[in-house]
């Protein structure tokens, strides 16, 4: 066997955890920890049980098996065998079992006392996905009360081993290993926004194929990029193995990219970071890096996962250019600058601070904790994030009133998915048709299952006619699922109706049965108020209902990437105990009036509507003082607020009726539909609110009508910007030589002649006596020849006669 860097630094770490029952282990890459660490401690003496070695990945898990069965001259599944999703090689002999983080979490969850397990290790837990923090929280409780010989160690390349030593406790030490340091050479090729990534990608691969010896790993995003860098490389290169490695392929195609060539070719594998850690791709010295990461983000406002495209972290920079350097000198092609480098953030979020956290919540409340922040934690789950989770527990029935788990929790927290996938597969066991729902919830989670595209029940025919090991596999997997839900769930024998697959998604998230919007298909509305987008070429853009099983994008406008089409039928039959019939009561724009109408409605989508015959009169009043509050500015007589905002009456102010609307306004719209609420009425009610203080002080220092010495009464205008004004016959204040005051404002006259046409405009009556009149009494005397214009207006008595009635008079 040959001698690995960390080989160096095991027996520190075996001495460790014979003294503490914790150990932190930083090693970098290649140095051998994922396989040589495991093995080592099974000749411990207080290492009797089972040692579980953690994975972050399916491929990565079992290629670390395979590697440590093969230095034990075994197969897998011997002394060291592995647990996946859809594989596994275990026996009565295997001491080392290497399983991924998910289904570590469901066994601790399970079996709090790990029973038969000496040692758990945590690796590549830089990563710091979800179930691997979680798993360590719980690894953390069940040994301080329940397990207190139970063995721990976290293990990684890049972590903050002190910050875990930490969260670890009991003064857990930090073992460093330095590893094997064989040169890498970093070289910046720079980026070409210009160019889709697999142009630039392809273009990169090609340098390096020229440039370089040995085989090539280049990191792409996703699936999609890897297929159509793929493609571009084997136009260039017809004779070459150019091998995916990501984590939607067949096990042996897996085994096949991490593997020499067997014909002694140099080869390219097109990797997502499923390939950054725990793995070593023998023979490979060269890599190419896209610099960009798929991640997976949970909206909480659209109640879906998406995934985000990022530039990768330098922490992830570095595993990747690492891989060049496992085995030899090595080089790194970076498409992105050297000078941009360091503006990249350090490490990866960790998945707790973006993620779906309702599978965290239920799997505490089974734990036994409604306060998940009880637990030790690296970085504790958001606040928020947790609101949100508990909500839609509560939703489904898996938490009761306090956080607790209830007895439909537990079902769904005994199955090893997530509680809406988990709740979809027992409501379709109750229905005796656990199977198809195991079936539905599986292809929801293993993408390229069934080939692709949006429609989950052509997805679903196609996997059940394929043969490959993976469909094969998958098919075992959902069967053993119905097998759990089958127990868990007690079918009804009076309801064997074998709905649609469509309608198990439907009844597990019914938040998301969406409606079609438009002819085209492109545009749905969700039952829980949200929009989605729809390919208008897709197969299911031509359906009525839709069960949506994913969705990519943010809240708004999110495109529908998985769904199952429904017939307005089944959504009838068997969403009925959602469906609502209700009155409602809205304003009617266009005719300007309240109107109440029963609807029968599925969360936000209406189903059917008509006329209410009888609605609740109290609801009618309420949305007309709604409406009236909202157009109060529209409804107040504006004489009267501007008089009692001139004379400072704070009772009529617009913020004060405002916030007493419901007091006043609402005995004037009792009985109406409409706000066309008398005047008269309105101003008695305005009025009314006042007390006789302020109704005298309105009254004196705004009063509502001028009276002119010709006995004449006319309406003090108190909204205009030149306000208080009056308009009055000019006639009708001769003899009068002082100006006329409203408090100790002057009120502006607006004079007119006897056909009421504009004179002047006056504050200073006596002035204009004096000043200006002589120039309007020559042009008036001509136009208005039977009317008095006398030199001098102050002597004169008021009268609105004509020059001959007056004289008569």
Not at 33 to 53: D, F, H
Not at 319 to 327: D, E, H, I, N, Y
Not at 738 to 764: E, F, N, V, Y
Request: net charge neutral.
């Amino acid at each position: 066997m040959s001698v690995l860097p960390i080989h160096t630094v095991l027996p520190d770490l075996l001495a460790a955890l014979r003294a503490r029952d914790a150990a932190v282990l930083v090693a970098p890459p290649g140095a051998g920890k994922t396989t040589a660490v495991a093995p080592a401690l099974l000749g411990e003496a207080w290492c009797s049980g089972q040692v579980i070695l953690l994975s972050p990945r399916r491929v990565a898990a079992r290629a670390a098996a395979e590697r440590m069965a093969e230095v034990l001259g075994e197969q897998a599944g011997e002394t060291v065998g592995y647990l996946t999703r859809l594989d596994s090689r275990t026996s009565a002999k295997t001491r080392v079992l290497v399983m991924t983080e998910a289904i570590f979490v469901n066994r601790i969850v399970g079996d709090p006392e790990l029973a038969g397990v000496s040692a758990v290790l945590f690796d590549e837990a830089h990563e710091r996905h979800l179930d691997s923090d979680l798993g360590l929280a719980l690894a953390l409780e069940s040994r301080s009360v329940l397990r207190e010989d139970l063995r721990i160690c976290v293990m990684s390349a890049t972590i903050d081993g002190a910050r875990f030593a930490r969260l670890l406790g009991d003064g857990a030490p930090v073992i460093e290993s330095e590893g094997k340091a064989y040169p890498l050479d970093i070289r910046w090729l720079g980026a070409s926004p210009d160019k889709r990534i697999e142009d630039a990608m392809a273009a990169a691969v090609m340098t390096a194929w020229r440039e370089q010896a040995g085989d090539i790993l280049a990191f792409l995003p996703g699936v999609g990029e890897i297929e159509r860098t793929r493609e571009r490389l084997e136009e260039r290169l017809p004779d070459v193995p150019i091998l995916p490695l990501h984590g939607q392929i067949q096990p042996q195609d897996q085994r096949a990219a991490i593997r020499r060539d067997p014909q002694g070719r140099r080869r390219i594998v097109l990797a997502t970071a499923i390939a950054e850690t725990s793995l070593t791709l023998d023979g490979v010295s060269v890599v190419v890096d896209s610099g960009l990461a798929r991640q997976a983000e949970f909206d909480r406002a659209a109640g879906t996962t998406h995934l985000v495209t990022r530039r990768a972290s330098q922490a992830s920079a570095g595993q990747r250019a690492g891989r060049a350097a496992r085995q030899g000198p090595g080089v790194a092609y970076r498409l992105w600058e050297e000078a941009g480098h360091a503006g990249r953030p350090a490490f990866d979020v960790p998945e707790i601070a973006s993620a779906d956290l309702a599978p965290l919540v239920l799997s505490l409340a089974r734990w036994g904790t409604t306060d998940p922040t009880s637990l030790a934690w690296l970085d504790p789950p958001p606040a928020a994030s947790l609101a949100s989770a508990r909500e839609r527990l509560a939703r489904l029935g898996a938490l009761d009133g306090e956080g607790r788990i209830t007895p439909f929790g537990e079902q769904l927290a005994a199955m090893p998915m997530d509680p809406e996938h988990a709740a979809m597969v027992l409501f379709a066991a109750r229905k005796g048709e656990a199977e198809a729902g195991a079936r539905m919830a599986l292809l929801l989670q293993e993408r390229g299952l069934g080939g692709r595209g949006e429609d989950l029940l052509a997805r679903l025919q196609r996997w059940d006619g394929e043969r490959g090991a993976r469909a094969e596999a998958s098919r075992k997997l959902a069967a053993r699922w119905a097998g759990n839900a089958r127990t868990l769930a007690k079918s009804d024998p009076a309801d064997r109706s074998g709905p649609s697959p469509a309608v198990f998604l439907a009844r597990a998230r019914p938040d998301f049965v969406a409606t079609r919007r438009d002819a085209s298909g492109e545009h749905w509305l969700a039952a829980g108020g949200r929009g989605f987008m729809l390919d208008p070429a897709s197969p299911l853009a031509r359906a009525e209902w839709l069960a949506i099983g994913d969705a990519q994008g943010q809240a708004k406008g999110a495109r529908i990437t998985a769904a199952a089409a429904l017939s307005a039928q089944e959504v009838e039959q068997h969403l009925a105990q959602l469906i609502d019939k209700r009155s409602v009561v809205r304003w009617n724009e266009a005719e300007g009036r309240v109107e109440a109408r029963l609807e029968r409605r599925l969360g936000a989508i209406t189903l059917s509507t008509g006329p209410d015959p009888s609605p609740n009169p109290q609801a009618l009043v309420d949305k007309l003082v709604e409406k009236a509050v909202e157009r109060l500015g529209e409804l107040l007589p504006p004489e009267l607020i501007a008089r009692a905002r001139f004379a400072g009456v704070d009772a009529l102010s617009f913020t004060a009726l405002e916030q007493s609307a419901n007091e006043w306004i609402t005995p004037l719209l009792e009985g109406r539909r409409d706000l066309a609420i008398p005047r008269g009425k309105l101003v008695d009610a305005l009025l009314g609110r006042l007390d006789w203080n302020q109704r005298q002080q309105l009254d004196r220092l705004a009063p509502r009508e001028f009276a002119s010495p010709a006995g004449t009464v006319h309406a003090v205008d108190y909204a205009g910007d030149d306000a208080p004004s009056v308009e009055v016959r000019v006639q009708a204040v001769f003899g009068l030589d002082h100006h006329p005051m409203i408090g100790s404002t002057p009120l502006l006259l607006k004079l007119t002649s006897p056909a009421g046409r504009p004179i002047q405009s006056t504050r200073d009556l006596p002035g204009f006596w004096r000043g200006s009149w002589a120039d309007v009494r020559k042009e008036m005397k001509g136009r208005y020849a039977k009317h008095r214009w006398p030199d001098e207006p102050w002597a004169e008595k008021p009268s609105l006669k004509t020059k001959n009635a007056f004289e008569r008079r």
